[in-house]
């Protein structure tokens, strides 16, 4: 059984950096797709950053392109997120999901397709 843990998060003003990390465990990472999410308070979840730790393939949403980046440590078994300009619609709790499914590229950002999840770290952008 996969095990997800995030950590990093926090409240930062605008325009600051944090770095999100994903621990997993019970399973090495090679053949699993992983997603970051996020979801602001009564909104649906959405996907921000995937991706594919045995090709280092990733990918993004718009709105975080240039301010996000997705790596993964696959000796530490561990998917970190690093966002730097961080803007007030950033804030929300950021998830990081995985599976090992074969899915298409346009359902990387589709939260049904994923069966394991972490339980959240809230990221907060303001003064």
């Known amino acids: 059984q996969l095990q997800l843990v995030e950590s990093g998060g926090g409240l930062v003003q605008p325009g600051g950096s944090l770095t999100l990390s994903c621990q997993v465990s019970g399973s090495t990472l090679d053949y699993y797709s992983m997603s970051w999410f996020r979801q602001a308070p009564g909104t649906a979840r959405e996907g921000v950053s995937n991706i594919q730790p045995r090709t280092g393939d990733t990918l993004y949403i718009q709105p975080v392109k240039g301010r996000f980046r997705i790596t993964v440590d696959n000796a530490k078994n561990t998917v970190y997120l690093q966002m730097i300009n961080l803007k007030p619609e950033d804030t929300g709790v950021y998830y990081c999901?995985?599976?090992?499914?074969?899915?298409?590229?346009?359902?990387?950002?589709?939260?049904?397709?994923?069966?394991?999840w972490g339980q959240g770290t809230q990221v907060t952008v303001g003064t």
């Open positions: 999901a995985a599976t090992d499914k074969h899915i298409a590229v346009w359902d990387f950002f589709s939260s049904e397709k994923y069966e394991y």
